[in-house]
């Protein structure tokens, strides 16, 4: 029995105590809030962009893990709009948080720098970027539209495999304008690949939860139970490649051992931080490998669930430790802040994402899951 997604009200209200809390800490107390509005809008923001990697990725490799997850995948695509509430937001507060939001940027940003970073500049990529995110989305759910009842792919794989390119440097950049920069006297070539695969992460631990809320009982059918368990096979793969990347990252900094970049790290390692550090190895690599590699746990929907929350909770964490030690004003309220700001962006993603599922169509898995669906899908002769 497939449900609706529950608890659309519920999360609504939710968004809208949370934005009060949110108003409060914007007005009374900037320093503390903007910073955890920054994180909780990079989380909701990267998991848009991850569904969308995941909505692009269906059309050029197939599989039936795409068809079986396609409502909740195709619901996954129509938070743009809120993605795009969440960054004219941020821009309010840029001056709390950027160094090129700021009267002193000349000071604080070396020549190229100041020129790359100009606020215009960043402002249009964001622009940019945000729209033609929405495009393809649009595109995606369009052509979902079109092709669920019929179970046939209606998305050009071409097209698929440009916006998988587009995707990938907008997003790129994205994370520079709006993580790295942050610190701007801290680079990494590696930073944008690791955050756009963390997004992957976020993305497809959120639709393995959404598909277990609306479909309990796919452990009674076989073909659901395969779904599940390629499903957890791309999560274990997207957790390999963020650990393999994160590690790779601190890996070649502490050879360079150049003061400007080890300066980052040893700020995480302070106050408390390296608790957090810890934290990420132990229960967003470790305690995932050893899950996901049991054949049971990938098989079984309530366990797999149980894994992508905890995958979730940790990229989280990971934005937490990747942007919070930036700041020296980081106090409690922060995370009263952060909590507020999370509860906020998440239920007006959850709204949206029910209020859309509703509207899809149901796949036509007889056809998408045969063998041949162009055959599957022709109508019977009659003789």
């Known amino acids: ?84 509430l969440a960054l ?13 939001a700021q009267e002193s940027a000349h000071e604080t940003l070396n020549p190229n720098q100041f020129r790359f970073l100009a606020p215009q500049y960043v402002l249009l990529r964001t622009a940019v970027s945000w729209v033609l995110w929405s495009g393809m989305a649009y595109w995606l759910v369009r052509n979902f539209f079109l092709g669920a009842p019929r179970g046939l792919f209606m998305a050009s794989a071409r097209l698929a495999a440009f916006g998988m390119i587009a995707l990938w440097l907008t997003a790129s950049f994205a994370a520079i304008d709006g993580i790295m920069a942050i610190t701007p006297g801290w680079s990494s070539s590696l930073f944008g690949m690791l955050q756009i695969v963390g997004f992957a992460g976020t993305g497809m631990s959120l639709l393995i939860i959404m598909r277990y809320a609306v479909k309990r009982d796919t452990l009674t059918d076989p073909e659901q139970t395969g779904v599940t368990h390629d499903l957890g096979n791309l999560l274990l793969a997207f957790t390999m490649v963020w650990s393999y990347l994160a590690f790779s990252q601190y890996l070649i900094i502490w050879s360079g051992d150049l003061p400007q970049e080890v300066s980052w790290y040893v700020d995480r390692r302070t106050s408390g931080w390296k608790a957090v550090a ?70 007006l993603w959850w709204n949206a994402v029910g ?4 509207r899809l169509p149901e796949v036509n898995l007889a056809v998408a899951f045969a063998d041949d669906p162009l055959e599957a899908a022709q109508p019977e002769k009659v003789t």
């Open 278 to 347: 810890i934290a990420l190895i132990l229960f967003h690599f470790v305690a995932p490998l050893a899950l996901l590699v049991s054949r049971d746990v990938k098989r079984h929907p309530k366990r797999l669930a149980l894994v992508a929350g905890l995958i979730l909770a940790m990229q989280l964490v990971d934005h937490v430790w990747t942007i919070l030690p930036s700041f020296h004003e980081t106090g409690v309220m922060s995370f009263v802040y952060l909590a507020a700001s999370w509860v906020a962006l998440g239920g």
């Open 1 to 84: 029995m497939i449900q609706s997604p529950p608890a659309t009200r519920v999360a609504l209200l939710a968004a809208l105590a949370g934005a009060v809390v949110c108003a409060l800490g914007a007005v009374t107390q900037p320093m503390a809030f903007w910073p955890s509005w920054t994180t909780a809008t990079v989380f909701w923001v990267g998991a848009a962009i991850g569904c969308l990697a995941i909505g692009l990725l269906h059309p050029l490799s197939g599989g039936n893990w795409g068809w079986g997850m396609g409502r909740e995948l195709h619901a996954g695509l129509g938070v743009m709009p809120v993605t795009g």
């Open 355 to 358: 209020r859309l599922w509703k």
């Open 88 to 100: 004219l937001v941020l821009g309010l507060g840029a001056p709390h948080v950027y160094p090129w």
